[in-house]
């Protein structure tokens, strides 16, 4: 297990040089490739609710396409807020992700940086907010919100990655925010009797396993199970 937490370690940091050599204008032309891409997929065309990350300004595929697209189509669409663990586990992460509802555009504009300079709503509007897994506002961390009435879920998770390979594994940041919301969304969407796991990775340059890859050349699938 060290020898694997070293290798991304060292993996991330050499990702990390490779994307700092990405001009702007090459980084907004393959954005503009992969979100082609994206929208050109029945799975997208076929979701009706949709989880997209919020990209950070360099180094990601920039998702505000991605979520102006899905808001005119009348798509439910879910964003990450991460927050602290009300009552913590031991054993558990004392920091969490949920997915929650994006109203409109407006609303989208009105969202403000956080200490990655990535879009993120403010609290006090978090409680009016539906969260993916059920009920309004943030969850316990551990599984889904108070008050779910089932029938959740999402249709599409737009994740996004430092790197993926042909096996469609992903490394990420390193936070594991997106590794523990996958369990748990997982662990929910079964429960209800959905078996689809409707992942989708981005990429410009470990959840191991995703449905589908966009780069912005290529698409692989596996097939979404």
Same mark, same amino acid.
């Given at each position: ?12 940091? #050499? ?36 989880s997209v990350y919020m ?22 669409v879910f964003i990450p807020?991460? #927050? ?12 969490? /992700?949920? /997915? ?27 409680? =009016? ?6 009920? #309004? ?8 919100? =108070? ?25 990420? #940041? ?14 929910? /969407?079964?429960?209800?009797? /959905? ?31």
């Amino acid at each position: 297990m060290a020898a694997v937490k070293t290798a991304k370690k060292e993996l991330r940091r #050499h990702i990390k040089k490779v994307l700092s050599n990405v001009t702007s204008t090459a980084a907004r032309e393959q954005s503009q490739r992969v979100v082609k891409t994206l929208l050109s997929l029945p799975e997208y065309k076929a979701a009706k609710r949709i989880s997209v990350y919020m990209s950070m300004p360099k180094g990601e595929v920039s998702t505000i396409d991605i979520v102006k697209e899905a808001l005119a189509s009348a798509k439910e669409v879910f964003i990450p807020y991460t #927050h602290e663990v009300a009552q913590p586990i031991e054993g558990e992460p004392v920091s969490t /992700m949920d /997915m929650l509802a994006l109203h409109s555009l407006e609303d989208y504009e009105s969202l403000q940086s956080d200490r990655w300079d990535i879009p993120t709503p403010s609290r006090d509007s978090i409680a =009016e907010r539906a969260n993916c897994l059920g009920g #309004h506002g943030t969850s316990s961390g551990y599984g889904t919100s =108070e008050g779910d009435g089932g029938g959740t879920g999402l249709d599409l998770i737009v994740l996004p990655g430092m790197a993926f390979d042909t096996e469609l594994r992903r490394l990420g #940041h390193g936070k594991g925010y997106y590794d523990h919301f996958l369990t748990r969304i997982c662990v929910s /969407m079964s429960r209800d009797g /959905m078996t689809r796991r409707p992942f989708l990775g981005t990429d410009l340059s470990s959840f191991d396993y995703l449905g589908i890859l966009a780069t912005s050349n290529l698409v692989l699938q596996l097939g979404l199970r």
